[in-house]
T-cell receptor
Framework: GIQVEQSPPDLILQEGANSTLRCNFS?????LQWFHQNPWGQLINLFY?????KQNGRLSATTVATERYSLLYISSSQTTDSGVYFC?????????????WGLGTSLAVNP | DTGVSQDPRHKITKRGQNVTFRCDPI?????LYWYRQTLGQGPEFLTY????????KSRLLSDRFSAERPKGSFSTLEIQRTEQGDSAMYLC??????????FGPGTRLTVL
């Protein structure tokens, strides 16, 4: 099955710094989603981005489907950005659109 | 629209007991997914429904687990004879057809 690798596994930033998180996947995908999991476990949708570039405030994402990777950019980081960032892909050939997940990047933003 | 909801948010039970969780998807979504997440891992797929039909089950879903979506709206996930290894966060997601999935807050299960 499809493999998803995220890097770095852990990241510590000072408030105001910028960062780039990477997601590599081993096969072609139908969909790709980025999530932020807060300390209470809630998964918050950030981007639905099977290809191309999207921006939402201080966050932006780019997926290069032909090269099998996606990047999440966080600019001017804030303490509330802390948590785990997951990339999840749907590589199914059939009707099931189950998501396959990476292990996440754990981000801590210090004041 | 209030998003995906799950109940209860937390459940502590003793080994051998049965537990049942409920998920209410976003109202117009026809697909509903269950995932399980353990500490330090990403979620893992358990099963999914399209309307009331359960179309796929993961090998992770042993015969102690059963899920239903009787009227194509809310879903329940039951675990019989719970084991300590069942301790995890159980996440429900919904989508409209094959589109973006949205997640509920999860039910955190602790089996003592």
């Amino acid at each position: 099955g499809i493999q998803v690798e995220q890097s770095p596994p852990d990241l510590i930033l000072q408030e105001g710094a910028n960062s780039t998180l990477r997601c590599n996947f081993s096969d072609s995908v139908n969909n790709l989603q980025w999530f932020h999991q807060n300390p209470w476990g809630q998964l918050i949708n950030l981007f639905y981005i099977p290809s191309g570039t999207k921006q939402n405030g201080r966050l932006s994402a780019t997926t290069v489907a032909t090269e099998r990777y996606s990047l999440l950019y966080i600019s001017s980081s804030q303490t509330t950005d802390s948590g785990v960032y997951f990339c999840a892909v749907d590589g199914s050939a059939g009707n099931n659109r189950k998501l396959i997940w990476g292990l996440g990047t754990s981000l801590a933003v210090n004041p | 629209d209030t998003g995906v909801s799950q109940d209860p948010r937390h459940k502590i039970t003793k080994r051998g007991q049965n537990v049942t969780f409920r998920c209410d998807p976003i109202s117009e979504h026809n697909r509903l997914y269950w995932y399980r997440q353990t500490l330090g891992q990403g979620p893992e797929f358990l099963t999914y429904f399209q309307n009331e039909a359960q179309l796929e089950k993961s090998r992770l879903l042993s015969d102690r687990f059963s899920a239903e979506r009787p009227k194509g709206s809310f879903s329940t996930l039951e675990i019989q004879r719970t084991e300590q290894g069942d301790s995890a966060m159980y996440l429900c997601a919904s989508s409209l057809d094959r589109n973006e999935q949205f997640f509920g807050p999860g039910t955190r299960l602790t089996v003592l």
